[in-house]
């Protein structure tokens, strides 16, 4: 890798510094590499922020005894990196990903001159699916638990005017496109699911594996892979890819009947490219945690009549206030509850808003050195 784009690396990784001026009264907390994130209770939240394209808003509240979900913005001359890591089993798929997903897409797109496309992006998460593999294959004999530890992946790439949305499992990308000059706005998914509850994805099941009657199965009112698990691809979760970790030493729940001659959950994400239009207003990129409780058309709507500023924090808010009438109690009391027993009304639970400046994108961003942003959500909150 040439010295010129180590140092442009260079640049790019510094923190971008919170403000608590935004917030008066909101507690600030670091996560460790600066004061980024402000806390309010069990819900950290970025209120507003510049990037290379336009702005940004980022929140993350926890429900989990340990957060299992992750994120990180990163954002520089060569365009903008977006990811959402949504975490089962434990946090250490998520916190591996959040580590080296962004490095390994950045190693491989210095390869070909910073050019990126849909394969550049494929081989990023192979990379990383591969490495947190070889590092269960190191820990297994003394830590077997590892192999049943995954986390779904939801990554955008917006590189010159060109957005890829890459996904493994159930978080989702929407985006708020303006409808001619009414003043409405729509809202459009970009993402592919991966959650066996979706008839498709049974269905594509039930392709890859004809010999295997069992492949999905109704578990809990629901449809799992294997009556185990809901997503059908994620890093981690070797247990499910490998035979060699499906043993005595895993834990009964995840035991597999049978010796598995194929594969049963994937790591190759699904892809869409999208040319960035001028009317092509914002993305929320969230985990499922947001969609139990938001439609699409909602959370758009939400982002569409409110300030900028906040508004990760509102729609956490909104999901949080439906959770609450669903169980039918005020979401003054659900804020009172603590985490993990949180976790029975409503799953951990990220954002993060993209405000698209089109001219901006057009131009490369701006290049200016307030545009520089390398954030990730807190490891532990």
Partial sequence: MSEGFMNL?????KPFKGDSSENPGAVAAGNGDGVDFEKDGLLWFRD??????????????????????QSQIESGSFGTFVGVYDGHGGPDVARYVCDNLFRNFQAISAEHY???????????????EDGFTALVSESFNTRPSIATVGSCCLVGVIYQQTLFIANLGDSRAVLGKKVGSTGGMAAIQLSSEHNA????????????????????????GVWRVKGIIQVSKSIGDVYMKHAEYNTDSIAQKFRLPEATVMPILSATPTILTHEIHPNDSFLIFASDGLWEHLSNEEAVEIVHNNPRSGIAKRLVKAALQEAAKKREMRYSDL?????????HFHDDITVIVLFLNYDQIC???????????????????
């Avoid at 990037?51 to 429900?63: L, P």
């Avoid at 804020?335 to 976790?343: C, E, Q, Y």
């Avoid at 131009?363 to 909150?381: D, F, I, M, T, Y």
């Fill in 9 to 13: 690396l260079s640049v790019c990784w």
């Fill in 48 to 69: 507003i922020g510049k990037y290379g394209g336009g702005e940004y808003s980022m929140a993350v509240v926890q429900a989990n005894q340990v957060l299992e979900d």
């Fill in 114 to 128: 910073g050019v990126v496309t849909p394969e550049t992006i494929r081989r990023a998460f192979l990379q990383t």
């Fill in 197 to 220: 509850n979706l008839e498709e994805v049974r269905h594509e099941l039930k392709n890859l594996h004809p010999h295997d009657p069992d492949i999905v199965a109704m578990k809990h």
């Fill in 335 to 343: 804020k009172k509850i603590d985490k993990r027993v949180r976790r």
């Fill in 363 to 381: 131009k490369g961003g701006g290049g200016g050195a307030s545009q520089n942003v390398s954030l990730r959500s807190a490891l532990e909150h």
